[in-house]
Antibody, heavy 114, light 112 residues
Framework: QVQLVESGGGIVQPGRSLRLSCAASGFSFRTYGMHWVRQAPGKGLEWVTL????????YYTDSVKGRFTISRDNSKNTLYLQMNSLRVEDTAVYYCARDSFDTWGQGTPVTVSS | DVVMTQSPLYLTVTLGQPASISCGSS???????????LNWFHQRPGQSPRRLIY???HRDSGVPDRFSGSGSGTDFTLKISRVEAEDVGVYYCMQHTHWPPGFGPGTKVNIK
């Protein structure tokens, strides 16, 4: 069945880096754009970034521009989110989702704290 | 950016009774292709969001038919014809007509 599984979350100090992964299965990954969406503790959903199916175009919410980089490896059916210069306000559960938001992973928690 | 609103933000309903959630957008969500990209999601505590409705009124596979979506332009509604215990959680509307995609603040539904 269609499945997305995130990994790579953890506890990190402000200013440090973390790379999240999202492993896709059950569908033709290379034909779908992919998003990252995050949810701060007790808060709502916030769209973070999108990458086209072929990786040629990438879009970011303003608060992460210049710090986060989305990428993908279609040969490995895997989506990535490289997060640099992390801030306390980046603390959230990070979800990957398929382009029309019809499929979501279970999320991976990221805590930025000193 | 398009601003999404929802009302009410909290809703307590009786089992078997209907429920309705409104969603508004600061701009029309009709895209140049004529489609309206307005989704509804349900998130149970501790779980990831699940899409219920896409393009205003299309139910996703496996979604019970007690859920229905309607609306146009800037005003949309999610209705539950008869609330069941499993319907508790937070409901979000979301638009991806305009860039960037945006979510409403969420409506928390509890059972009385």
């Amino acid at each position: 069945q269609v499945q997305l599984v995130e990994s790579g979350g953890g506890i990190v100090q402000p200013g440090r880096s973390l790379r999240l992964s999202c492993a896709a299965s059950g569908f033709s990954f290379r034909t779908y754009g992919m998003h990252w969406v995050r949810q701060a503790p007790g808060k709502g959903l916030e769209w973070v970034t999108l990458i086209w199916n072929d990786g040629t175009n990438k879009y970011y919410t303003d608060s992460v521009k210049g710090r986060f980089t989305i990428s993908r490896d279609n040969s490995k059916n895997t989506l990535y989110l490289q997060m640099n210069s992390l801030r306390v306000e980046d603390t959230a559960v990070y979800y990957c989702a398929r382009d029309s938001f019809d499929t979501w992973g279970q999320g991976t928690p990221v805590t930025v704290s000193s | 950016d398009v601003v999404m609103t929802q009302s009410p933000l909290y809703l307590t309903v009786t089992l078997g009774q209907p429920a309705s959630i409104s969603c508004g957008s600061s701009e029309s969500l009709v895209f140049s292709d004529g489609e309206t990209y307005l989704n509804w999601f349900h998130q149970r505590p501790g779980q990831s969001p699940r899409r219920l409705i896409y393009k205003v009124s299309h139910r996703d596979s496996g979604v019970p038919d007690r859920f229905s979506g309607s609306g146009s332009g800037t005003d949309f509604t999610l209705k539950i014809s008869r609330v069941e215990a499993e319907d508790v959680g937070v409901y979000y509307c979301m638009q991806h007509t305009h860039w960037p995609p945006g979510f409403g603040p969420g409506t928390k539904v509890n059972i009385k």
